[in-house]
């Protein structure tokens, strides 16, 4: 049995769902999400709550079930609260800036680099070094963060990188001599 699956998914005020078949469609006051939910997951709305039932009684069955639950109060809460992401530069002449959907980062390479943000995720920076993401879809956000993580990821002697905010780092001794 999942204990996630269990918990019903409250849907605050405001918010606006609609179930067809197993795809589901979530309106909130920052936008929209939808998603096709697999067949094994049976989704009801009762009152202001979601419930989700498990269909079949293996053990993928169960795990979609625990999984259906998680994803669907993400969509929930994303269109209602929205999901943030905070990266921070650390390192000599590391620097961030934003220019409309464009990131543009100098992380010690001969050229500066930028990559684009797709739709929906929108980024500030503060100090030069931390990156502040928003996005409604939490899967998309956490993808984002993590190209551009991928960059330049914290090395283990200066701790120079892309880190998560809060992310610690363990250090190495360098070379005795």
């Known amino acids: 049995m999942s204990r996630i699956g269990k918990k019903p998914v409250p849907v605050p005020s405001g918010v606006d769902v609609s179930i067809l ?9 920052l936008g929209t999400l939808s998603r096709r939910f ?10 202001d709550i979601l419930v989700l039932n498990s269909k079949g009684k293996g053990r993928k069955a169960v795990a979609l079930w625990g999984l259906s639950r998680s994803l669907l109060f993400n969509m929930v809460k994303g269109v209602s609260e929205g999901f943030t992401k905070v990266l921070e530069i650390q390192g000599v002449g590391y620097r961030a ?3 409309g ?9 001969s050229h500066p680099v930028e990559m684009a ?17 928003t996005c ?7 993808q984002v963060c993590a ?9 283990p002697y200066k701790g120079k990188g892309i880190r998560y905010s809060g992310e610690y780092i363990v250090r190495k001794e360098g070379k005795k001599k």
């Open 147 to 155: 190209e551009i993580r991928e960059l330049r990821p914290p090395e």
């Open 97 to 99: 800036a934003v220019a």
């Open 117 to 133: 943000l797709p739709t929906g995720v929108s980024a500030k920076v503060d100090k030069n070094t931390v990156i502040t993401f």
């Open 21 to 29: 078949a197993q795809d589901v469609v979530v309106k909130g006051k």
């Open 38 to 47: 697999d067949p094994d997951v049976e989704i009801r709305k009762e009152g």
């Open 136 to 142: 409604i879809d939490k899967q998309q956000l956490g």
């Open 101 to 109: 959907n464009m990131v543009q980062l100098s992380l010690g390479y």
